[in-house]
């Protein structure tokens, strides 16, 4: 890969994740987080894609093979596509869960409910941020930098805010359960957690459903900017939440 595609993917796949990261924090002004938290969640959302890589090319292999071979008859096209995008939401919501957990949410600074969607928003760009800049290497590698241009403008509006959407749909189900205790406070995360990953598949389905229609990718992208206006309405609610 040579100098100037590595330097156009990390700008394109970085930046604008830095613009919505600084977007989102301004929800938060009043009692902001510490930087150096933020910074840490950020850093382990990227981290987490490394992991998410094999995992999801397990996950393929196995649908588009190991399945197969087992049940010893070629399963429909349709059956894999849910299988496979039925597994890649799971393992990135659990794995952007978890880079927020690691990165911030154990920690004592987590000490309102607005904290857990500020650092899972966060981790979900820093995801984002090394997702976009692999994607954006292979296009300009492969479509040079008009390709790569067309594609991080789709991604900044799309794919980006996607994962900020479902992440932050589980953060609005943990600070809804923040003052609470047991049984109730662990009901709400694994609701929010299973909201996360519908939305990220169902995302994903609609995109393969579109491809090669600009009228039903505007229906897509469209329903994205629906849900972060939805998210925007669930910060206020989560502001008024008190013990």
Known sequence: MSPSTLFFSILGGVLPAIFWLWFWLREDRLHPEPRSL????????????????PAEQWICGQVIGGLAAECAVEL??????????????????????????????????????????????????????L????????????????AGFDLGVLRFIGASL????????????????????????????????????VLHALFNLFILKSEGSSLQMFTVFAF????????LIGFEKVKQLKA
């Open 38 to 53: 933020i910074a840490l969640s950020f850093l382990c959302g990227m981290v987490a894609v490394l992991f998410a890589l």
């Open 162 to 197: 996607l994962h900020v959407v479902s992440s932050g749909t589980l953060g609005f189900f943990l600070a809804l359960g923040f003052y609470k205790r047991g049984r109730i406070k662990k009901m709400d995360a694994i609701i929010g957690l299973f909201a996360a990953i």
């Open 131 to 146: 997702e976009n800049t692999l994607f954006l290497a292979g296009a300009i590698k492969t479509g040079g930098f008009v």
């Open 76 to 129: 429909p096209i349709t059956i894999k596509i849910l299988l496979i995008v039925a597994g890649l939401s799971i393992i990135e919501e659990v794995l952007k869960f978890a880079a927020s957990y690691l990165g911030a949410l154990r920690f004592r600074d987590n000490d309102e409910p607005i904290d857990s969607l500020i650092y899972l928003i966060t981790a979900a760009l820093g995801f984002a941020a």
């Open 224 to 231: 994205v900017w629906l849900a972060v206006i939805l998210l």
